[in-house]
């Protein structure tokens, strides 16, 4: 299934790092949405150098109604970037395309507890997953970990009782090196079964996941660690430009040979980080 079509009905500020950004998507069955809290869908926008939109980032999904067929999309602003530049002046009738719907929040039966570690590109999904949570009355235990520019951050969570938030201000979200996956690291965890959802920096992603699988031995079921962006991001590109056919073979051997889509994607970043990348 091809991209779709999706126009802005609405816009909102939430805060100076956020804008509410609502759709009308009259085709939003042909997303095929998984159903997760965390689902995202790549948002593809037009350049300045013409009408067709050849530019996109992936985004949560704030909220979704599908008997109205519309979406609403919580962007982070950042100084410059085709998407957050797009949406810092986007108006009621404008459009983009959307497309690649994924979802990654899987809790295995048994949890009992919930580390939630995000920074303002995953607040908006951490939010959703804090809610529908609360609506279906899971008395699981919730401790986050939200990394923010400033307090006036922390509010987007509203009352998000009885999760517990450990707030890290200032630092990462594009501003200086992100200390996310640092913390990840050194915060007290409950006893029993849990589950980790980290939404981030690409490289911090990278820090949690060798954390849990090799210093706590957690199964791969137990966490799901999502690089949302990645600092500096043109010159990574650049770099993996030079060896992008080779990387995705490992991607792709890894498939083939039987293994899921996260343990592939696991082998896909140790071939990263073995290039410095």
């Known amino acids: 299934m091809g991209p779709i079509t999706a ?6 500020s939430i805060s100076a790092h956020l804008r509410r950004l609502y759709f009308d998507v009259p085709d939003l069955s042909d997303l095929a949405l998984p159903g997760t ?18 530019e996109g980032r992936n985004y949560s999904i704030r909220h979704v109604d599908h008997e109205a067929r519309t979406l609403t999309v919580d962007v982070v602003l950042h100084e410059h970037g085709p998407v957050t530049e797009w949406a810092a002046g986007a108006t009621a009738g404008d ?17 009992g507890w919930l580390l939630l570690a995000t920074d303002l590109a995953g607040l ?14 899971d008395p699981v235990q919730i401790l986050i970990l939200a990394e923010v520019v400033d307090d006036a951050d922390l509010a987007y969570l509203g009352q998000v009782a009885p999760a517990e938030v450990v707030p890290i201000i200032g630092s990462g979200n594009g501003v200086s090196p992100s200390r996310l996956g640092t913390a990840v690291t050194e915060v007290g965890l409950p ?38 962006w990645r600092f500096d991001g043109e010159r990574w590109a650049q770099r993996f430009a ?5 990387l995705f073979a490992v991607y792709q051997n890894a498939i083939d040979a039987g293994r899921s889509e996260k343990q592939a994607a696991e082998e896909f970043d140790e071939a990263l980080e073995k290039l410095g990348l």
């Open 7 to 12: 126009t802005v009905a609405g816009t909102e």
């Open 37 to 54: 809290p965390d689902e995202a869908v790549g948002m593809y926008v037009p350049t300045p150098d013409g009408p067709n939109p050849t």
């Open 95 to 111: 459009r983009v395309e959307m497309s690649h719907a994924r979802g990654w929040f899987a809790p295995p039966a048994g949890t």
């Open 124 to 137: 908006p999904a951490a939010a959703r997953i804090i809610e529908e949570l609360r609506a279906q009355h």
């Open 191 to 228: 006893d029993g079964p849990g589950y980790c959802w980290f939404a981030g920096e690409a490289a911090q992603s990278r820090i949690v996941r060798k954390h849990l699988r090799h210093q706590l031995h957690w199964p791969s079921n137990r966490y799901d660690a999502i690089g949302y």
């Open 242 to 246: 030079q060896y992008g056919d080779e």
